[in-house]
């Protein structure tokens, strides 16, 4: 195995690490939304890794997105993520649950 090889395994698995402590971490106000950016700052991720995670778990219906000024549904691709809030869908309850597996989500 080469080093570009073991750099995109480290890659892999930092990914999947992530979405899981993404997932984790807007779990712990479930009921209520949490603002994407603030949830940046508590977390020890990367910003690229971050919104890579947050986009992965959007795109996958784990998590919800939307308008912080307006409350209206949102898309990640569509706004600056300083301007969204998320929470967890069925999808992602369930997920963090154990009803549902996902290998690229680690719980």
């Known amino acids: 195995m080469n080093s570009k090889?073991?750099?995109t395994k480290m890659k892999a698995a930092r990914f999947v690490a992530?979405?899981?402590?993404?997932?984790r971490a807007i779990n712990l106000l479930r009921i209520k939304f949490?603002?994407?950016s603030e949830?940046?700052?508590?977390?020890e991720i990367?910003?690229?890794e971050y919104l890579d995670c947050i986009n992965f778990l959007f795109e996958s219906?784990?998590?919800?997105?939307?308008?912080?000024?307006?409350?209206a549904n949102a898309?990640?691709?569509?706004?600056?993520?300083?301007?969204?809030?998320?929470?967890?869908?069925d999808k992602?309850?369930?997920?963090?649950?154990?009803?549902?597996?996902?290998?690229?989500v680690e719980v």
Do not use: C, F, M
């Open 92 to 104: 992602g309850i369930r997920l963090l649950a154990g009803k549902i597996y996902d290998d690229s």
């Open 5 to 7: 090889e073991i750099e």
């Open 75 to 89: 898309n990640l691709a569509d706004h600056e993520y300083e301007d969204l809030e998320s929470k967890l869908s």
């Open 18 to 23: 992530n979405n899981g402590k993404v997932l």
């Open 46 to 48: 990367p910003e690229n």
């Open 61 to 71: 219906s784990y998590i919800v997105l939307r308008l912080i000024k307006t409350k």
């Open 34 to 36: 949490v603002s994407l």
């Open 39 to 43: 949830l940046k700052s508590a977390l």
